[in-house]
Structure formats: structure tokens, C-alpha cells
């Protein structure tokens, strides 16, 4: 496991939009495929969204169409776009290559007028 660390997170508007970065490091970071997943308060971990090694992606119904998952195999950074952000996105959002794998510490998501 590399190390990782997300960042972006905060507080904005129903309707707004944030970006997320996940920071990582090692020399084995372009073979893995990378997921985002969320966890409001009370509710399991929810995988929100994935990407490939070949650049295939995936996401959760609850997700599609309002956030894209892309990587920079240079920079070793994994990125979640959110727009058109709603209350139920409130959530800490952690990325991870497996979740039986350690987790970081998640940055905040709060979706508030």
C-alpha cells in the first residue's frame, strides 16, 4: 500500500461544485486501479466512483452524470470532480486502491445552504 492523502474538501452550496485530489507516492502507482468512496455519519462506506489502470471508469448510480474520477500517472495524483453538488453528498471522502487495505484520513464534504 502507498501512502495516500486527500485533500479539496469543505463546505459549499447546493448546486456548487469542489474538487478532490489524492495524493500518492511509490513507483507502482500507474498499475492500480483507484476508487473514491464516502461515508456520511451513520451509514456504511459507499464506493462512489473508480478508475482503471487503462482509463475505464465507473461510479454509483447516486453519482453518474455529476462527478468524473480521472488520474495523472505523472503527478501520481487521482482526482473527483463534483458538480452539481447536493445535501446527500455530505460525507468524509477517503480514495483507495483495495478497502481491505488501510485508509487515510478523508477529507470533509459539506453540502449546506
Known amino acids: 500500500q502507498v501512502p495516500l492523502v486527500e485533500s479539496g474538501g469543505g463546505l459549499v452550496q447546493p448546486g456548487g461544485s469542489l474538487r478532490l485530489s489524492c495524493a500518492a507516492s511509490?513507483?507502482?502507482?500507474?498499475?492500480?486501479?483507484m476508487g473514491w468512496y464516502r461515508q456520511a455519519p451513520g451509514k456504511q462506506r459507499e464506493l462512489v466512483a473508480s478508475?482503471?489502470?487503462?482509463?475505464?471508469?465507473r461510479y454509483a448510480d447516486s453519482v453518474e452524470g455529476r462527478f468524473t474520477i480521472s488520474r495523472n500517472n505523472v503527478q501520481k495524483t487521482v482526482y473527483l470532480q463534483m458538480n452539481s453538488l447536493k445535501p446527500e453528498d455530505t460525507a468524509v471522502y477517503y480514495c483507495?486502491?483495495?478497502?481491505?487495505?488501510?485508509w487515510g484520513q478523508g477529507t470533509q464534504v459539506t453540502v449546506s445552504s
Open positions: 478508475i482503471f489502470n487503462n482509463g475505464r471508469t
Open positions: 483507495n486502491k483495495d478497502p481491505a487495505l488501510p
Open positions: 511509490g513507483t507502482l502507482f500507474s498499475i492500480y486501479t
